[in-house]
């Protein structure tokens, strides 16, 4: 890296997700190491929810999915108050699938053919967001499905609020905190009728789709947020970057 007078490394090969890799980077000369992916024993740092956690050598952005979620969950929990919550993300596939049948040593429903399945998967995007807010963990988990668009996802977090709220209420606090210095690059809404293909090159971790909030009894809330699950979580590390 003195080679190369880098001071910060964005470490995405995918290959060097743990503390001892990524240190050397720091021992060839550079400052701050950024992994793109979620990690075991870093810390991970989700811009504008723990963004001052980002103030050491080497730490974790997380993933697409954490960056998309973290937002939501960390506005709601302060606002409103979270009991509990879990996940579903509709994803586009991933390079981790199979583009024809074929087998799977981690998962045997990543060997299908991606392109003409939907194909339910675990994702670590519920429990590595524990780890930007460590309030929620044991309190929030999660499950993927893998869906045949190669970009462009929506989440779907249903939780169990604090106290009675309304459609109204939660749209109103994603409206407000959407327009704050700490979530207005971060977190946008929206009203009108989208599907995947809108959000492609939306630079923003989570665009909240208005129409999806649902109530139940008071208590149990559904939140709905899309996201460019390439485009946006680039964005976000950057931001990130530029914080350090």
């Known amino acids: 890296m003195e080679r190369y007078q880098a001071d910060i490394v964005i470490e995405s090969t995918g290959i060097f997700t743990n503390k001892a ?10 400052k701050f190491v950024v992994i793109s992916g979620p990690t075991k024993d870093t810390p991970t740092v989700v811009h504008g929810v723990n963004t001052e956690d980002g103030r050491v ?3 974790s952005c997380a993933s697409c999915t954490t960056n998309n979620i973290s937002p939501v969950i960390e506005i709601l929990g302060r606002r409103l108050g ?3 919550a ?6 586009g596939y991933t390079a981790s699938q199979a583009l024809v049948d074929a087998p ?9 053919a991606a392109g003409i399945n939907l194909a339910p998967a675990a994702t670590g995007a519920a429990i590595a967001t524990t780890k930007a807010l460590p309030q929620y963990a044991g309190k929030f988990d999660g499950i993927a499905v893998r869906v045949p668009v190669p970009v462009g996802s929506i989440s779907d977090i249903t939780f169990i609020a604090e106290r009675p709220t309304t459609i109204e209420e939660i749209n109103q606090i994603l409206i407000e905190e959407s327009k704050t210095d700490r979530y207005k690059k971060v977190l946008t809404v929206t009203d009108e009728p989208l599907v995947s293909t809108d959000i492609i090159k939306s630079p923003f971790a989570a665009t909240v789709d208005l129409e999806m909030t649902r109530v139940v009894d008071g208590d149990l809330v559904k939140v709905m947020a899309w996201y460019d699950n390439e485009w946006g979580f ?8 530029q914080s350090i």
Do not use: C, W, Y
Not at 234 to 241: L, P
């Open 104 to 112: 799977s040593k981690k998962e045997p429903r990543m060997g299908r």
């Open 86 to 91: 879990i996940l579903n993300t509709t994803h």
């Open 234 to 241: 680039t964005n976000q590390m950057i931001r990130q970057i």
């Open 21 to 30: 890799d990524a240190e050397k980077h720091l021992t060839s000369g550079a």
């Open 57 to 59: 050598s080497v730490f």
């Open 82 to 84: 979270i009991k509990k």
